[in-house]
């Protein structure tokens, strides 16, 4: 085996030596000095979180041997995500009292400039598949089917535990690190016994480590973090605040056709929620999320087609704009979406420092659209039926000269019954507006009745593909 990154070989042939085998790691001076080793009660390896080289040392060297009278710990592969490297070992060792004990772990070792900053073991490796496979895998047997279902009926619960978690700022609370329940519970208004049951849940599906005193968030835990890079916290309230209800009604559409939320809301979902301004910038604020964390990455390396005028058609806040017009100053923008949306764009655009060459617009994308030479349409055509995104592209192509662009930014359903985004947020059109995810067959035929020609789609690093299109 070869391995690309110099954390993974220093991890590789500090096992071959002494990892593991009750010394301490030197890891060729690559340790952090403020170096952490995180270890959850119920490991082989006796819990606690234990900081600094020194204590770490002592951990390898006395701690474990107060456990194991034999100890090995042999690792199965080093998967190499860079600065992440992450180690499944068979652990085969024999205490004091003469008790012989196998377990298999998974160690995650992550790096800083090349020196080991923090070390845990997250669960053994059973629960490691369970929370990856939801449940349906337990100690290398399938899980009776009668089981996976009840696990997948009860996915509601989990929704549900996860708003809690997003909504009082659980995870924003332990950005700066561990805390004990009762400062948890205090620090986001929630009660001590019933936040530490949510707490319990989650954690062995990845969120959070707990240990005898205090709980910490993972990455995954901290993506429901206010503010944190890649948090997905405003798509947590958008989808719980407006989607959780009206899914109450998916057996009625399923009979009728009718989308749930029109009839939860007695009326269609973008005119609700428009008269809800606190709600309105929720929605706002979860598709500024869906740029920054789902589509990150989407725009490096891609340039859009040639023209001077770029409007983004519901462009929201106008986040996704401003990605494609950073490196571009030549380009002037137009931001065009609902009069309730235009406070947020006029914020995000002057964060961003492009309010003086993007202007925001308001108005009714079904009525008429402002001129421009590439139009920009994200996640637009998803919410709306075929005749619908006719009368959409009508408007364009009525402001539009011949040869102007049309760039879709879409999910563009794969065949077959592989998992794709796409078909999951499918369901989400079918039951909040009248809207579908579709093929790029689908995309094509839709385009081509209102006289606009595909060029190429683009796909991208993310689920999102740029479907690129010319007027006339
Ligand atoms: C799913 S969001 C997409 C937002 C953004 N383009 C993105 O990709 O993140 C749909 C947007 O369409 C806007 N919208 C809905 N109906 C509209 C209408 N009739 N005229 C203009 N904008 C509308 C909404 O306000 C919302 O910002």
């Not at 978690?165 to 208004?189: F, H, N, W, Y």
Request: charged share 20%.
């Amino acid at each position: 085996m070869t391995y690309t990154s110099s954390n993974a070989d220093v991890l590789m042939r500090a096992f071959a030596s002494d990892w593991g085998k009750g010394k301490p790691p030197t890891l060729e001076g690559a340790m952090h000095p403020e170096a952490e080793l995180i270890v959850p009660e119920g490991m082989p390896y006796g819990g606690g979180v234990f900081r600094g080289q020194e204590r770490i040392g002592q951990w390898f060297a006395e701690d474990l041997w107060q456990l194991w009278a034999e100890f090995s710990s042999t690792p199965t592969d080093f998967i190499d995500g860079g600065e992440k490297v992450v180690v499944p070992v068979h652990v085969k060792g024999k205490t004091h009292d003469g008790a012989e004990v196998e377990a298999d772990n998974v160690w995650i070792y992550e790096f800083e400039d090349g020196a080991l900053r923090r070390a845990r073991v997250l669960a053994d490796t059973a629960t490691i598949r369970d929370a990856v496979t939801g449940g349906t895998m337990v100690a290398g047997e399938q899980v009776p089917e009668p089981m996976q279902m009840v696990q997948m009926l009860g996915a509601f619960q989990l929704s549900q535990a996860l708003y809690v978690v997003a909504k009082l700022g659980v995870s924003s609370a332990l950005v700066d690190g561990p805390r004990t329940i009762e400062d948890l519970a205090a620090r986001t208004g929630a009660n001590a016994d019933a936040l530490g049951r949510i707490v319990r849940t989650l954690a062995p599906l990845g969120l959070f480590w707990t240990d005898d005193h205090k709980v910490g968030a993972t990455d995954l835990g901290l993506t429901l973090a206010e503010g944190h890079p890649g948090s997905v916290r405003d798509i947590a309230l958008f989808l719980m605040e407006t989607h959780y209800a009206p899914f109450g009604e998916l057996l009625r559409t399923a009979t009728t056709g009718e989308s749930a939320a029109t009839h939860y809301y007695g009326k269609p979902f973008f005119d609700w929620i428009s008269e809800i301004p606190e709600l309105a910038e929720v929605m706002t604020g979860a598709m500024a999320s869906i740029t920054t964390a789902l589509r990150a990455g989407m725009f490096d390396g891609y340039s859009l087609p040639d023209g001077n005028v770029v409007a983004d058609i519901g462009g929201a806040d106008g986040s996704m704009l401003c990605e494609l017009l950073a490196h571009e100053p030549q380009r002037r923008g137009i931001v065009f979406d609902r009069p309730e949306i235009v406070p947020a764009a006029r914020k995000a655009l002057a964060d961003h420092g492009l309010a003086d060459r993007v202007e925001i617009q308001s108005g009714d994308f079904f009525e008429s659209v402002p001129t421009a030479d590439v139009y920009i349409l994200s996640y637009i055509l998803h919410d709306w039926d075929d005749e619908s995104c006719r009368r959409i592209l009508q408007a364009i192509t009525n402001a539009a000269a011949p040869g102007a662009r049309i760039v879709l930014v879409e999910s563009v359903i794969t065949p077959g019954d592989a998992p794709d985004l796409a078909k999951t947020v499918d369901l989400t059109m079918l039951a909040m507006v009248t809207g579908r995810e579709r093929t790029a067959y689908e995309y094509e035929r839709l385009l081509a009745a209102a006289n606009c020609t595909i060029d190429r789609i683009v796909p991208s690093p993310t689920p999102f593909s740029f479907i690129e299109a010319t007027v006339g």
